[in-house]
């Protein structure tokens, strides 16, 4: 049974649904997630939440602020802080729901959400059990690996100028976040444009093609990987091998760091590949360890 759920977070209304499963006897234990950076429920969060559902867990899926259904403002804007509330109000959501044990919580992330919940489930005591695959680990890392010294230079003085325009009460500039290459955007990697086509993204109602350029400037300064080794309940940090947009080596230098229980998981392919080929797979794994670490 699936119905729709709005909660508040950081005094905005974020919005999604709370699903529990079928027949279900009792409380069950629940697994709380959202999309990475600029994603929407849309883009398969759903079958994932029936997936969790068939297997007895009630889930609690949600768009973050200023995207999807969900209220705030300027639109398009991705502040990873903000996100990062955003499962900490969500888990508060989940815990007050009658159908679910509160003493059974998990967060799962995908990419950039897969930062997220490694900091969530640092601070956060309420959370059990912690799933993340490809995560998004460190702004500085990642935005040297990603972007050539120019464009990083380019971009730096680009962020400057929108300050400016802020502060003047002008509307923050906006950039694609996906794009072909040689073009400006803020994930710049051809896997991902090729994929975002082939897949027609583009064609996802309630996802537009958009972030703010300060978005760009809070991802380059994130880093959700130093927070790993606070983490003391079980982590299940699953990547691929070839991974040119969270590079697998900066994630597995983060997974190091982290306590015991712990495992790596390692898939071949591209970053794409969970949502593609290998997203049985890696759904599968989220499952079986959440199954070890939330079920009685």
Known sequence: MRRDIEFLSGGVTLRGFFEVPDGADGPVPVICFAHGFSGVKELFLEDISAAFAG????????????????????????????????????ITFAAAQPEVDAE??????????????????????????????????????????????????????????????????????????????????????PEEWDWVNDHDMLGTPLWENKATLRSVEMMSEYEPGSFAHRIRVPLQMLVTSTDDVTPSDIAQDAFVTAREPKRLVVLKGGHMEVYDNQAETALVKAIEWFSMHLKS
């Open 55 to 90: 297997q007895g867990f009630a889930t609690v899926v949600w768009d973050h602020p200023c995207f999807g259904a969900s209220d705030g403002t300027p639109r398009y804007e991705i502040d990873p802080w903000a996100q990062v509330r955003g499962y900490r109000d969500a």
């Open 104 to 189: 059974r919580i998990g967060i799962w992330g995908t990419s950039y959400s897969g930062g997220h919940v490694l900091p969530v489930a640092a601070f956060d005591i309420r959370v059990a059990a912690v799933a993340c695959q490809v995560p998004f680990i460190s702004g500085w890392a990642n935005t040297r690996r990603v972007f050539r010294e120019e464009e990083r230079a380019g971009l730096e003085a680009k962020f400057t100028t929108d300050w400016g325009a802020r502060q003047r009460g002008e509307e923050p500039e906006l950039i694609d976040v996906f794009g072909p290459a040689g073009s400006t955007c803020a994930l710049p990697s």
